[in-house]
């Protein structure tokens, strides 16, 4: 009997005290058990180490760094110093990942050599597990095996609608591909790293909601959201592929330019709303110097 192959899962861990048990065990419940799980932690100072330890299964090694990376995309790239195995997924410490996921990942691949990369639909959970929302498929990645072309356009449409947790990737086009260029890109490096992916290969969606994608106010993707006043790194990384692309309508091209005008206003927004929280502090300190010149 041949050996199912092995899906070796990444997870990369920091301060997860409060979702990590349950993570872990959403993992080691999948129904493909041909699995090898590295945590790699990035010095955390909480409980989440001591979690780890005690749920004993000898298919997780803990990889421990002194180091704290202040970013969670470069603790990310910290993982391809293990890689190994037929495929890779590279988890997040706080999502829930269902039974299924791996062993249906595994399939896509199994039926379909050209395919590199196997994403999932997700399901939003708060910090109780409780489902906020369900995230349908795009039309766009409907029954077929996507191609770079397929993904810009999809892209300049809707945005970055490749669920990242999801991402089943054939272990040697990480090999290939890695790091994630997050000095180039910041948090738009995974996209960087999808669009890459696929102008080797093709890249499959699973139209089911395989993984539970947790949202939380605490994360660092929230507040970057909520409080940033810069261009989105996602429309650099997008400038910096679509340069070098042809054919692409003009339709999802003005798609994309109506993105970049709405992110603008949002930069506004966020700006003149920490203004308002800040002015209090401002006239403060406008009429003490005032006062120090007379």
Same mark, same amino acid.
Not at 137 to 155: F, G, H, P, V
């Given at each position: 009997?041949?050996?199912?192959?092995?899906?070796?899962?990444?997870?990369?861990?920091?301060?997860?005290?409060?979702?990590? *048990?349950?993570?872990?065990?959403?993992? &080691?419940?999948?129904?493909?058990?041909?699995?090898?799980?590295?945590?790699?932690?990035?010095?955390?100072?909480?409980?989440?180490?001591?979690?780890?330890?005690?749920?004993?299964?000898?298919?997780?090694?803990?990889?421990?760094? *002194?180091?704290?990376?202040?970013?969670?995309?470069?603790?990310?790239?910290?993982?391809?110093?293990?890689?190994?195995?037929?495929?890779?997924?590279?988890?997040?410490?706080?999502?829930?990942?269902?039974?299924?996921?791996?062993?249906? $990942?595994?399939?896509?691949? $199994?039926?379909?050599?050209?395919?590199?990369?196997?994403?999932? /639909?997700?399901?939003?959970?708060?910090?109780?597990?409780?489902?906020?929302?369900?995230?349908?498929?795009?039309?766009?990645?409907?029954?077929?095996?996507?191609?770079?072309?397929?993904? /810009?356009?999809?892209?300049?449409?809707?945005?970055?609608? &490749?669920?990242?947790?999801?991402?089943?990737?054939?272990?040697?086009?990480?090999?290939?591909?890695?790091?994630?260029?997050?000095?180039?890109?910041?948090?738009?490096?995974? &996209?960087?790293?999808?669009? %890459?992916?696929?102008?080797?290969?093709?890249?499959?969606?699973?139209?089911?909601?395989?993984?539970?994608?947790?949202?939380?106010?605490? $994360?660092?993707?929230?507040?970057?959201?909520?409080?940033?006043?810069? *261009?989105?790194?996602?429309?650099?990384?997008?400038?910096?592929? &679509?340069?070098?692309?042809?054919?692409?309508? *003009?339709?999802?091209?003005?798609?994309?330019?109506?993105?970049?005008?709405?992110?603008?206003?949002?930069?506004?927004?966020?700006?003149?709303?920490?203004?308002?929280?800040?002015?209090?502090? /401002?006239?403060?300190?406008?009429?003490?110097?005032?006062? $120090? %010149?007379?």
């Amino acid at each position: 009997m041949t050996e199912s192959p092995l899906v070796t899962v990444y997870l990369p861990t920091y301060n997860s005290e409060k979702t990590i *048990e349950r993570t872990l065990r959403s993992i &080691l419940d999948q129904t493909h058990t041909n699995i090898a799980i590295h945590i790699v932690d990035n010095h955390s100072t909480d409980r989440t180490l001591d979690i780890i330890k005690s749920i004993r299964d000898p298919r997780i090694t803990v990889h421990l760094h *002194e180091v704290h990376y202040p970013v969670s995309e470069l603790n990310w790239n910290r993982c391809f110093d293990y890689v190994r195995g037929d495929y890779t997924i590279i988890c997040h410490s706080d999502d829930v990942y269902t039974p299924n996921m791996f062993k249906k $990942q595994v399939e896509v691949f $199994q039926k379909n050599p050209k395919v590199y990369g196997v994403f999932t /639909m997700m399901k939003f959970i708060d910090d109780h597990d409780k489902i906020i929302k369900e995230i349908p498929i795009i039309d766009e990645y409907k029954n077929k095996n996507l191609s770079n072309r397929d993904i /810009m356009i999809a892209t300049l449409c809707h945005g970055n609608t &490749l669920c990242t947790p999801s991402a089943m990737i054939r272990s040697e086009m990480y090999a290939l591909l890695a790091p994630f260029r997050y000095e180039l890109f910041s948090y738009s490096s995974d &996209l960087d790293m999808w669009l %890459r992916l696929s102008s080797c290969g093709r890249i499959a969606v699973i139209d089911e909601p395989l993984l539970h994608y947790r949202v939380s106010s605490g $994360q660092d993707s929230w507040r970057i959201h909520h409080k940033r006043t810069a *261009e989105e790194a996602f429309f650099r990384t997008v400038d910096y592929h &679509l340069k070098d692309m042809k054919d692409i309508p *003009e339709d999802a091209i003005m798609h994309y330019e109506m993105r970049r005008i709405e992110d603008k206003l949002k930069c506004v927004y966020n700006a003149i709303s920490m203004m308002g929280k800040n002015l209090p502090k /401002m006239i403060g300190w406008g009429i003490k110097q005032k006062i $120090q %010149r007379r």
